[in-house]
């Protein structure tokens, strides 16, 4: 709109058009913007293509916008098809204490406060576009929460004998979230009970199985994906658990998944832009694979030598994520080092570093700022709860 009205004021300069033909001009390109409000398929073609922040803030440009943001743009099957069409490059959300968080972009190389609306906050999952919270002020208590719209969800869990809580969302897969709950029964440490969720009814699913509770003992470390959540134990043993076979037969479905070859003892798993990576890594190597069958195959996807990396930045290196570039074969790992946050180029070995926070109050010299469970990948997304 703003580049049209710059085509027109060029055309009347030089025409010198009276005030009357002023006012016709003027008024055709708000009469074609009512039209184009009105006629709902070609404003959903125009509106699926904008970040959703951009969309967010027409509720506050017009009474017409805020009618169009009530009924188009927040009716799931927007929100949906708007996810489905727009990916943006991920962001991640970095635990500096307690409750206290930073929003990083490793894209704009943006750094600020993150804050929740209860300030004992914590976050203990990110799954696309949302967060799985507990909240602490005053009674423990769960939410599904969308960061980019600030929409919750109060989530009803009884926290006796809680093993972990885990969210299931994908898009691709389905309009709505499910929220895996694993606890232990009162009068047997082998006989599990597992909970589901689903967002779709708002209501949860009770499962009694006799699960090794010791499998379990991870689950809080789970990634989705496809499906299943996958952990590794405390014995470097990798779970599965089908969260679907719970809807389609009796119960979820948990197993262990054969791994060919000796692998390190330094495990991660990390799922972005709908992949999922596994990271084993020793003092001075890297070893990443994408995807389940690669992994347990032992089809090697990216083999780092950190010995480039340890040249620039000698303090050890604390994995943040793997984040696609521009280009989608273009991965980066991004890892953190006392003070600053660096990218690595899996393609040309490159190093970049992004953010230097040397200046930043929660900074102390020679330590890590976020380790193992700090960071939070997710991008933002129209996604409801």
């Known amino acids: 709109m703003g580049s049209l009205s710059k085509i027109e004021k060029k055309g009347m300069e030089a025409e010198r058009p009276s005030p009357r033909r002023s006012t016709t001009a003027t008024s055709a390109p708000a009469t074609a913007a009512a039209m184009i409000a009105y006629n709902e398929d070609l404003l959903t073609e125009i509106l699926i293509l904008l970040p959703a922040k951009i969309l967010l803030r027409f509720k ?7 009618s ?3 009924s188009l743009i927040s009716s799931p099957s927007f929100c949906h098809l708007h996810t489905l069409r727009h990916q943006p490059e991920p962001s991640f959300l970095l635990r500096v204490a307690p409750s206290e968080y930073f929003y990083f972009s490793p894209t704009s190389k943006s750094f600020f406060p993150f804050h929740f609306n209860s ?3 914590t976050i203990l999952q990110s799954c696309h576009g949302l967060l799985l919270l507990e909240c602490s002020n005053p009674n423990k208590n769960y939410h599904v929460y969308n960061p980019t719209t600030r929409q919750s969800r109060n989530l009803l869990i009884e926290n006796e004998f809680l093993f972990g809580l885990r969210l299931a969302y994908d898009p691709l897969e389905s309009l709505h979230y ?4 694993v606890r232990t029964k009162r009068d047997s440490i082998h006989l ?4 589901v969720y689903d967002s779709q009814i708002h209501k949860w699913k009770r499962f009694e199985v006799s699960y090794d ?8 470390d789970g990634v989705y994906w496809k499906n299943c959540i996958y952990w590794f134990t405390t014995s470097d043993q990798l779970v599965c658990l089908d969260v679907e076979a719970g809807f389609r037969s009796s119960h979820p479905v948990l197993r262990l998944l054969t791994i060919v070859g000796l692998r390190a003892t330094g495990k991660r798993l990390f799922k972005t832009s709908g992949h999922v990576h596994f990271v084993d890594y ?4 890297l070893m990443v694979y994408e995807g389940i069958e690669q992994y347990c195959g032992g089809l090697v996807k990216y083999s780092v030598n950190c010995d480039q990396i340890t040249a620039s930045f000698p303090d050890r290196i604390s994995i943040i994520g793997i984040v696609r570039g521009e280009d989608e074969e273009k991965w980066r790992l991004v890892f953190h080092v006392p003070g600053k946050i660096v990218a690595y180029g899996f393609d040309d070995g490159s190093l970049e570093e992004l953010i230097d926070f040397r200046m930043q109050k929660f900074y102390r010299e020679g330590k890590h700022q976020f380790v193992r469970h700090d960071a939070f990948q997710f991008i933002e997304s129209l996604d409801p709860v």
């Open 60 to 66: 506050s440009v017009s009474k017409l916008w805020l």
């Open 192 to 195: 599990c009970e597992i909970q």
């Open 213 to 220: 509770a010791s499998l379990l003992k991870q689950f809080n």
């Open 68 to 70: 169009l943001s009530r």
């Open 282 to 285: 020793m003092m001075n190597s």
């Open 119 to 121: 300030t004992e906050t």
């Open 178 to 181: 499910k929220v895996v709950c």
